[in-house]
């Protein structure tokens, strides 16, 4: 349930409510709004009676959360969260562009598609050094060498970094070089790692299930929250479907059904949604046409040469392509690229 409080209440009155609720057994996350503070709580409500917390001072409303996954509700937060790293928001008015190769493969290789991708707009660098491959004899990643490159491209040319965590031993390493932990799909019911996530205090980027529904994925990214770490954000990357034509089935219509039940940022990826390169660019754009918040996108200087996932990543020129007709889509919905 959330307790919603006067636009009026004190800073006491909301101390008062939260030690209520503690001593009632609930656990408490706080939301601060522009106009009114809400209190999420979580616990046995059995045996509460609501009006013993409607009748405190500043307790506007008491209201019970139906949806299994609290944090993550539009009940709990109504307004849509932003989340903030080195001045870049997401979920805000910009839609922003995550670009860069599926792995890192060379020093000479991530330095050409980071140059290339931020002189075209994008401000989030993606690129694997660990990589979750259907088989253990493809290409693995380079490791802590692979995410030092990522690192020292990215802050060449003024980015964020984003990668991918597989394991809970591996978010010490990953923290020193990431500004944004990524959780594959493959991960997105890995509730130890989700919850290490949660704790660790950085944005987490939670990939949707391959065949995950829209309640599952939620209460995937409830898991971090209840840790504390409310910098979630939400990546539609397609779903397995019967279709074979494509790699998978991106569901663009998650996209505005999400948004009305979370207030997280969602961020479509077209490159595995589609694992096809020329179905990438329209994808893309009606994601975004859509309402995501933004876009992920694979970039590679060389695809026929890529050691991981060159069908579906975009060349340069066409990147820059894609950049000029979001740049005409975006203003549409009064948004900025």
Not at 77 to 89: N, P
Not at 100 to 114: F, K, L, N, Y
Not at 162 to 184: A, C, H, K, N, W
Not at 297 to 321: C, K, M, R, T, Y
Request: glycine share 8%; with cysteine.
């Amino acid at each position: 349930m959330v307790v919603v409080m006067e636009s009026h209440a004190t800073e006491a009155q909301i101390e008062s409510v939260i030690a209520r609720l503690k001593e009632l057994g609930f656990s408490t996350h706080r939301s601060t709004g522009v106009t009114r503070t809400v209190i999420g709580a979580i616990g046995d409500k059995t045996g509460l009676d609501e009006r013993d917390l409607q009748v405190m001072d500043g307790v506007h409303e008491v209201v019970r959360i139906s949806e299994p996954y609290k944090l993550v509700s539009r009940t709990f937060r109504s307004e849509s969260t932003v989340i903030k790293i080195k001045g870049v928001e997401i979920g805000g008015e910009k839609v922003v562009v995550m670009a860069g190769p599926c792995s890192v493969e060379s020093r000479d290789q991530i330095m050409a598609i980071a140059e290339c991708v931020s002189k075209a707009g994008a401000t989030v660098l993606r690129g694997g050094a660990f990589k979750p491959r259907s088989s253990p004899y493809s290409f693995q990643g380079m490791g802590e060498e692979g995410l030092r490159l990522l690192r020292e491209a990215a802050d060449r040319f003024g980015m964020l970094v984003v990668t991918e965590v597989m394991d809970r031993s591996q978010i010490p390493l990953i923290t020193e070089y990431t500004d944004i932990f990524q959780t594959g799909a493959r991960n997105m019911q890995n509730f130890n790692l989700l919850r290490d996530l949660g704790k660790a205090r950085k944005p987490v980027f939670l990939k949707r299930g391959m065949a995950a529904t829209i309640e599952e994925w939620l209460m995937a990214a409830e898991y971090v929250m209840s840790e504390g770490n409310h910098q979630v954000m939400l990546c539609e990357r397609g779903i397995r479907t019967f279709e074979t034509y494509t790699r998978n089935t991106l569901d663009i219509s998650a996209i505005p059904v999400v948004h009305k039940l979370s207030h997280l940022p969602v961020i479509a990826d077209p490159s595995h949604g589609t694992g096809i390169r020329d179905k990438v660019l329209p994808m893309a754009r009606a994601a975004v046409a859509a309402g995501a918040d933004g876009v992920m996108i694979e970039v590679h200087n060389d695809p026929p040469h890529a050691l991981s996932d060159g069908a579906q990543a975009l060349l340069p020129e066409q990147f820059e392509e894609l950049m000029r007709e979001l740049r005409i889509i975006v203003p549409a919905l009064n948004r900025t690229i």
